[in-house]
């Protein structure tokens, strides 16, 4: 019930982090995987895919640009089935919030937030047709919190977790299933310069149950579920995967 073989899955932002992870993990349940990317540097991610024995395609494309993007991805969609969609590619800008430049701002929600919409738009509409499908935010433990001098992120991963919501409601009986990971903390370049300041770094791991910071590996095995025929009634669910934080 967990595997992914005959699906075509598209992940977003798989050169590096929890994307890339993702893509492969789903591989190695059996998916081929349209691979996509802020630019055309995806050879190791397609090396992995491919070693897993699976097909993989490449779509690059630059999320920021969400005027665009909902006909570049009905041209994408035209060339694919996506049987699976992991909306995975997301930015942070760090900054105290009486300073969080409105340009900050715009940016995260453009990448966070309305090209994820707009990518489950395209990508929902012909699952709806076919009356199956999954769908994969990827949500944030500030979903749920507040954060420090993340005011755009935490707004826009706040609405992630809606948008799941209101999705899965709306599409739950036509055979679609929407739902998120909300990731803890997570050793990735979106996380560099927490652990990079000593004081932060050690508070962040002192406070997470499991005593470690995840891995981009630890996220794998939740989106195969989520990928899989085994989660076909789990419907607007954010499942974290965070060794515990919110349980704290
Ligand atoms: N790390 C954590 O602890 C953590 C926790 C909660 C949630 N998350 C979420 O997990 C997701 C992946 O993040 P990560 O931690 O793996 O960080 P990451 O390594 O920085 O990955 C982010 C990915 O998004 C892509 N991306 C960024 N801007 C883009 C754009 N304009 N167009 C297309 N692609 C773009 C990046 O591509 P390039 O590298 O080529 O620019 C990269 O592949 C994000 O949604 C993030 O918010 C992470």
Redesign the pocket.
């Known amino acids: 019930m967990f595997s992914l073989e005959g699906r075509t899955a598209l992940v ?9 992870a993702i893509a492969v993990g789903l591989a190695r349940a059996g998916a081929d995987v349209v691979l ?4 055309d ?1 995806l050879d190791e991610v397609e090396a992995e895919v491919r070693k897993a024995g699976r097909e993989a395609w490449r779509w690059v ?4 640009d969400v005027t665009r993007l909902p006909g570049a991805a009905e041209e994408l969609l035209g060339r694919h089935r996506v049987d699976i969609l992991v909306n ?5 800008r760090r900054a105290p919030a009486a300073r969080h430049s409105y340009a900050d701002w715009r940016a995260v929600l453009d ?2 937030l309305d090209a994820v919409f707009l990518l489950s738009q395209a990508a929902g509409r012909p699952m709806l047709r076919r009356g199956s499908g999954k769908i994969i935010m ?5 979903s749920f919190q507040g954060g420090v001098n993340v005011a755009g ?1 935490t707004v826009a ?1 706040h609405a992630v977790a809606g948008l799941t919501r209101s999705l899965a409601c709306e599409w739950a009986a036509r055979g679609v299933q929407v739902n998120a990971i ?10 560099a310069p927490l652990r990079d300041d000593p004081g932060r770094e050690s508070a962040i791991r002192d406070r997470i149950p499991a005593g470690r910071w ?1 891995t ?1 590996g630890d996220l794998a095995g939740a989106a195969v579920f989520l990928a899989s025929p085994a989660s076909d009634y789990v419907n607007g669910h954010v499942l974290a995967v965070d060794g515990g934080w919110l349980a704290r």
Request: charged residues 20%; neutral net charge.
């Open positions: 977003t932002g798989t050169r590096t982090g929890i994307g890339r996509h990317g802020h630019r540097d494309y630059d999320l920021s995975n590619a997301g930015i942070i990448v966070d990827i949500a944030s433990m500030l992120y991963k909300a990731p803890g903390y997570i050793a990735t370049d979106n996380t995840g981009p």
